[in-house]
């Protein structure tokens, strides 16, 4: 592996170094090796991914940052259970973190005990997996661990590590806790975030709002590339979105099942502040926030603060190409985004799943749908004003340009895992680590028919992990 150590040039104040308290009698729980091969490790993965072992050459540390929980300002928060153990190049010359979750108590834990558990880093380890394999920016994890050891949640469940990895951990809540506790590390903070992810603006006439531009546009293109496999994030806090715009941080998020807008995955957002519909709108008011904390290092405020009004436009140019794109319509044509928010429209109506009708779409099963629809007159409606956009098109190629996955993620596909793997059985990980690998390509000697059964009733997820 070659080691590239960048966050430790940062002022000392950012961060705080210790070794990770390693798992009791760890059990080797999934690998990934694909992943491995991409950042050249060939080490003990398992004494790596339970804290028993870390690197010479990087001193393990925990980050300190802040940010707004459900919108209100939380102050103070922090690596409370994770530490960065190394930062890594990979086959593409790329740096990624390497992320130790689970890893112990830290100075910024708060209430916490800065454990995992079991059944979070099984979540999130086949979630980042998956959001990479549909191809949208996510974090990743070379490989989780288990033990007898026990975690108290609601109640006494086992414990786990899980060693994520990522293009960057850095926070729009680093920005937060160095405005309001350390603004002297202001201008060298952001030069760096620079330098490190946004290396073309170095020779900008305006770095700082250009940064802020591209971090806006790349988490507007996260955020439509979520809404557009069916993501729910379940909670936006702004110290859950990093400044490259790959999803980080997995808690209470769900796939889309039935097609329900406000669906609320996070059975702690009492409010409805992060359900699917509102994603959108939730990343613009946390970007919104993130741009005032640049105001002291520009002198046009009013330019900088403009930034904002770039979101709106560019998450609808890719959520609209993308949406065309799974509708097999052509993304030039006038009709094409309305015919889409149709078929939106009729999947809300008729609670069909969100997946398995885009699939059906793109494999022209028309009757397969209107047989779910109560409302023939919508869906033929819908099925005239779609074939009529196609009808001068080329067909063939905007069929095989569509892009809907067969598979996703469902809650009831993951508890299955977490309850074989709480006996210590990994087989069914092992299973949807495969399958998800290849979300768009039928698996027959994989699938089990309950990967394509909607849920009922929609599961909601608790916070706690």
Known sequence: MQFNAQYTQLASKLYHHQKPHPLLNPQAGHFNHALADELKFNGDWVALCSGQQTFDEFE???????????????????????????????????????????????????????RAVLRSVIREYLAGHALNSLGVASSNALGFTSSRQGVQREKLEPGAMMLRTSDCHIRLGHFEWINQYAPELLADFTQKCIEWHYPHLLDSASPTIDFARGVIERTAQMVANWQLVGFAHGVMNTDNLNITGSTLDFGPFGFMERFRPDWQNNHSDHSKRYTYQKQPSIAKWNLWVWVNNLRPLVDDEQTLLATIEHFEPTFLKYYQNGLAQKMGLPSFHKDSFDCGLEFLQLLQKEQLDYTQSFWRLQQQEYTAI????????????????????????????????????????????????????????????????????????????????????????????????
Not at 434 to 443: G, H, I, R
């Open 370 to 465: 209107q047989h779910d629809c109560i409302d023939q007159t919508s869906f033929e409606k819908f099925i005239t004003r779609y074939h009529a956009i196609r009808e001068h098109q080329d067909v063939s190629a905007l069929q095989a340009n569509m892009k809907n996955p067969r598979y996703i993620l469902r809650n009831h596909m993951a508890q299955k895992a977490i309850e074989h793997a709480e006996c210590e059985d990994f087989s069914e990980v092992d299973r949807l680590f495969k399958l998800l690998a290849n979300p768009f390509t039928v698996q027959p000697e994989l699938e089990q028919p309950s990967d394509l059964l909607t849920n009922e009733p929609a599961l909601a997820i608790s916070c706690s992990s």
């Open 60 to 114: 393990p540390l925990a980050m300190v940052y802040a940010g707004h929980q459900f919108g209100q300002w939380a102050g103070q928060l922090g690596d409370g259970r994770g530490l960065l153990i190394a930062q890594v190049l990979n086959t593409h010359g790329k740096t990624i973190d390497l992320h130790l979750k689970g890893a112990g108590k830290t100075p910024y834990s708060r209430m916490g005990d800065g």
